[in-house]
């Protein structure tokens, strides 16, 4: 590759860690956003919505995982602070100050709202990557058969 298209491929590179890490830090803090608020919920059906919580929590845990796992291969570096995650994260956090459930539920289905916009963000990046893969190997099998034909 040439000395551009290094340039091109690191600067991409870069970008996808910036994104991977912005995902990283919402995983942590929708993660103890979950976890304090089975903590701390009061009101009617408690019992259920606190096994929700808790279980969406490691949930959360294990996205965050996922996202710090792709970004070491990529050869970059998981955000080390958690007052970091504040600068990175898309969707923020809420904290539950007031216990009652409904209010609980109706910060996290925002949160939740708010992840699903980010990953659709992904889904588009991943669509046209696949696409990427696919072009350059009809060009690659177009070559092959060009110089089998020599
Ligand atoms: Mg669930
Ligand atoms: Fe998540
Ligand atoms: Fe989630």
Redesign the pocket.
């Known amino acids: 590759m040439g000395t551009q298209g290094r340039k091109i491929v690191g600067t991409d590179v870069k970008d996808l860690v910036n994104l991977l890490n912005k995902a990283y830090s919402d995983e942590w803090l ?1 993660y103890y956003q979950y976890w304090i608020g089975s903590k701390v919920v009061k009101g009617p059906n408690k019992e259920a919505v606190i096994a929700e919580l808790t279980l ?1 929590a490691t ?2 845990l294990a ?1 965050a995982t996922l996202l710090t796992t792709r970004i070491i291969q990529l050869g970059g570096t998981p955000v080390t602070k958690p007052q970091d995650w504040y600068k990175f994260t898309n969707c923020g956090y809420d904290a539950p100050d007031d216990p009652f459930i409904v209010k609980v539920l109706e910060q996290n289905i925002k ?2 709202q708010c ?1 699903i916009k980010t990953y659709n963000m992904f889904l588009s990046i991943l669509s046209q990557e696949v696409e990427h893969e696919e072009d350059l190997q009809a060009l690659l099998e177009d070559v092959e058969i060009i110089m089998k034909n020599r």
């Open positions: 929708a969406h949930e959360e996205h949160g939740e992840a």
